[in-house]
């Protein structure tokens, strides 16, 4: 079983439809992430946890929210889909201690906003 | 922000093949990771790098730190069919708080048999 569980893995909406992608992880980290893959933009960060009561805007937060609800549950929601929402979206963890700051990252969730 | 430049953006080989990708920054940074992406999964990280000049091994994949802390290199040898994924470099800052990442565009990977 993957560490890092995001559900759902692939789902179409259509524009203005609230949308909500959850993330689940059993690896024990306080640290955990959203991000967004792109074609030739590689991964953005939209937002990050650092524990339960602690939520940050990433690079590309407009247009989402996140809710920690549990050190093990962290989830993306789009409130309102517009078409250039259509992405990969990843979750990820990391431990605060890692030298290398190490993301362990979901298997993704493919979103299709029509 | 900081950018990290990512070339090639792809690339198709014949297996056996040698590789080499490369990541530019703008910054500084004092940390360098690359991470593989194999298709319908999650990226998983590689190599990591700490310091300038390092140069790091794992199995066929070599990975180096540029001296101007501004660049990294990833070269694969020997390609094999399952090297096939998306290649990501990431870097961290100096100014970077917590485990802030910034990542290339990464470098499509094709590989014919």
């Known amino acids: 079983d993957a560490d890092v569980t995001q559900t759902p893995r692939n789902r179409i909406t259509k524009t203005g439809k609230r949308i909500m992608l959850e993330c689940s992880q059993t690896?024990?980290?306080?640290?955990m992430y959203w991000y967004r893959q792109d074609p030739g933009l590689g991964l953005r960060l939209i937002y990050y946890?650092?524990?339960?009561?602690?939520?940050n805007k990433g690079e590309i937060s407009d247009g989402y929210s996140v809710s920690r609800q549990a050190q093990a549950k962290f989830s993306l929601s789009l409130e309102s889909a517009i078409p250039n929402q259509t992405a990969l979206y990843f979750c990820?963890?990391?431990?605060?201690?890692?030298?290398?700051?190490?993301?362990?990252f979901g298997e993704g969730s493919r979103l299709t906003v029509l | 922000g900081q950018q990290l430049n990512q070339s090639p953006q792809s690339m198709f080989i014949q297996e056996g093949e040698d590789v080499s990708m490369n990541c530019t920054s703008s910054s500084i940074f004092n940390t360098w990771l690359w991470y593989k992406q194999d298709p319908g999964e999650g990226p998983v990280l590689l190599i990591a790098l700490y310091k300038a000049g390092e140069l790091t091994s794992n199995g066929r994949l070599t990975a180096q730190f540029g001296i101007t802390r501004k660049d990294s290199f990833l070269n694969i040898s020997a390609s094999i069919p399952s090297d096939v994924g998306i290649y990501f470099c990431?870097?961290?800052?100096?100014?970077?708080?917590?485990?802030?990442?910034?990542f290339g565009g990464g470098t499509r990977l094709m590989v014919k048999p």
């Open positions: 690896k024990g980290h306080d640290r």
């Open positions: 946890s650092f524990d339960v009561k602690d939520i």
């Open positions: 990431a870097g961290r800052g100096l100014r970077n708080a917590g485990n802030m990442l910034t």
């Open positions: 990820a963890t990391s431990e605060p201690g890692s030298l290398a700051g190490e993301l362990f």
